[in-house]
């Protein structure tokens, strides 16, 4: 567990990091030997300086990739969206969270797109016949895996929406920067499919 030096509460020490969190080495020093930086459920809480999201944003326009993947907390007034990376993300919250069973559906974009084109238990674009039973969708054209059952609703600003969740919002919404990518994920549900959660 991490947290900020003048932060005092009950954690107990076998329970805290032995080092403290090298901010300066990783987003000053060593941030472009990086290919992909990862914020899973990132909280803007004080950890992390103000101007090294602004860093993070010019990598990703030099060259860099990020994926965010969010959760309710991007909804809020920590959201990751009111700092400068908001700046290179290519959806913006709406305020709302969707917290309700969905199937999430890849787009027709996505059917094109070469990170979702092969997703298994997608139905080909224009295939009207199931084909083998592990990679194909299932005979109402409804793809095999499971639901999920949260999305933070937001508006795509740029970039291709791959994938969408009830009411066709946008899931999974990818953009090119500058040089660089970014991916956003709407959900932070996708554990579900790595658990075998219903497919």
């Given at each position: 567990?991490?947290?900020?030096?003048?932060?005092?509460?009950?954690?107990?020490?076998?329970?805290?990091?032995?080092?403290?969190?090298?901010?300066?080495?990783?987003?000053?020093?060593?941030?472009?030997?990086?290919?992909?930086?990862?914020?899973?459920?990132?909280?803007?809480?004080?950890?992390?300086?103000?101007?090294?999201?602004?860093?993070?944003?010019?990598?990703?326009?030099?060259g860099?990739?990020?994926?965010?993947?969010?959760?309710?907390?991007?909804?809020?007034?920590?959201?990751?969206?009111?700092?400068?990376?908001?700046?290179?993300?290519?959806a913006?919250?709406?305020?709302?969270?969707?917290?309700?069973?969905?199937?999430?559906?890849?787009?027709?974009?996505?059917?094109?797109?070469p990170v979702?084109?092969?997703?298994?238990?997608?139905?080909?674009?224009?295939?009207?016949?199931?084909g083998?039973?592990?990679?194909?969708?299932?005979?109402?054209?409804?793809?095999?895996?499971?639901?999920?059952?949260?999305?933070?609703?937001?508006?795509?600003?740029?970039?291709?929406?791959?994938?969408?969740?009830?009411?066709?919002?946008?899931?999974?919404?990818?953009?090119?920067?500058?040089?660089?990518?970014?991916?956003?994920?709407?959900?932070?549900?996708?554990?579900?499919?790595?658990?075998?959660?219903?497919?």
């Amino acid at each position: 567990i991490l947290r900020p030096p003048e932060k005092d509460d009950a954690t107990p020490l076998k329970e805290l990091s032995l080092i403290v969190f090298p901010v300066q080495e990783l987003f000053e020093n060593k941030l472009y030997d990086f290919d992909l930086v990862v914020l899973d459920r990132y909280v803007v809480r004080g950890i992390l300086p103000t101007p090294y999201y602004g860093r993070i944003a010019e990598y990703v326009r030099q060259g860099g990739a990020l994926l965010a993947a969010v959760g309710p907390e991007f909804a809020s007034a920590q959201s990751l969206f009111r700092t400068p990376l908001g700046e290179v993300l290519p959806a913006s919250p709406t305020g709302r969270v969707i917290e309700r069973a969905f199937r999430p559906q890849v787009s027709d974009v996505g059917r094109r797109h070469p990170v979702t084109s092969g997703l298994p238990g997608e139905r080909p674009s224009g295939d009207s016949e199931a084909g083998n039973s592990e990679a194909a969708a299932s005979a109402e054209g409804e793809p095999t895996w499971g639901r999920w059952f949260r999305l933070v609703e937001g508006q795509a600003n740029g970039g291709a929406t791959l994938m969408t969740g009830p009411d066709a919002e946008p899931l999974l919404i990818v953009d090119r920067v500058g040089e660089g990518r970014v991916a956003q994920l709407m959900s932070d549900q996708i554990w579900l499919w790595a658990r075998g959660y219903e497919g």
